[in-house]
């Protein structure tokens, strides 16, 4: 252990094995709080009030895990403007829809089980969402963080409903790597992850910030 602190993103809980993997490596490890995101007075992503130090009190009360990070809320200003340049980086892009389209993991970090594996309704399969969103349109679709917020303040259904659930996931997933900047950059952490997409996707925004950032990628993880 020669290293001072790290982040772990994108979520707010991670695998024991993952923790120790940390642990060994840093001597303190960061998380965040869930990600409640505000995308409209009547839209938003609900938040549950689980916290790593509930399960590990003891590195909780010596300090090697440090938790209580805020990120929940409307987006900032700022935020909303990172947002857009991931929604209009079309390789940031390409790389969330293959993660999308290929990565399990990621999938259920995005979708409950219904909308990856279809609704029932009187003897009758309804055809998956994330079938429907493996069409490589949804990648080439143009979405900004305004454009998802009207689409969320509106009744939608068929494609505009689809539009909004591929939207949503876009900017879930890309505020949640711009808040891991934005913290590291603050707290001045490492940061690391066991998503092997997540850790793509941050890869390329660090390279196209230019920022001088520590990202590791946990190999035991799941990718």
Same mark, same amino acid.
């Given at each position: ?5 790290? =982040? ?8 024991? #094995? ?24 009547? %839209? ?6 689980? +916290? ?8 909780? &009360? ?17 935020? %909303? ?20 389209? $290929? ?11 219904? *909308?990856?594996?279809? +609704? ?11 079938? #429907?969103?493996? *069409? ?23 494609? $505009? ?15 949640? =790597? ?7 950059? &603050?707290?001045?952490?490492?940061? &690391?992850?066991?998503? +092997? ?21 946990? $190999?035991?993880?799941?990718?």
């Amino acid at each position: 252990m020669t290293r001072s602190g790290v =982040l772990f993103y994108p979520f707010h809980l991670c695998h024991e #094995r993952t923790l120790q993997w940390l642990l060994e490596r840093y001597q303190q490890v960061h998380f965040r709080d869930y990600m409640a995101i505000q995308v409209s007075p009547f %839209c938003g992503t609900t938040a549950f009030p689980e +916290r790593m130090g509930d399960a590990f009190p003891d590195l909780l &009360a010596s300090k090697r895990l440090v938790q209580g990070y805020n990120v929940s809320g409307p987006l900032t200003p700022d935020t %909303c403007l990172a947002v857009d340049r991931d929604l209009t980086d079309s390789t940031w892009r390409g790389l969330f829809h293959r993660a999308l389209v $290929e990565n399990r993991r990621f999938q259920r970090g995005l979708f409950d089980g219904t *909308d990856i594996t279809g +609704r029932h309704h009187e003897g009758l399969t309804e055809q998956p969402l994330l079938v #429907r969103l493996n *069409d490589t349109l949804f990648e080439m679709t143009p979405f900004t963080v305004a454009g998802i917020r009207q689409l969320s303040q509106r009744r939608l259904v068929g494609r $505009e409903a689809d539009l909004f659930d591929y939207g949503l996931a876009l900017l879930k997933t890309s505020a949640a =790597l711009v808040s891991t900047i934005q913290l590291a950059t &603050a707290e001045q952490l490492a940061v &690391a992850t066991d998503s +092997r997409a997540h850790f793509t996707l941050l890869t390329r925004l660090i390279a196209r910030l230019g920022v001088t950032i520590e990202n590791e990628l946990v $190999e035991q993880g799941t990718s």
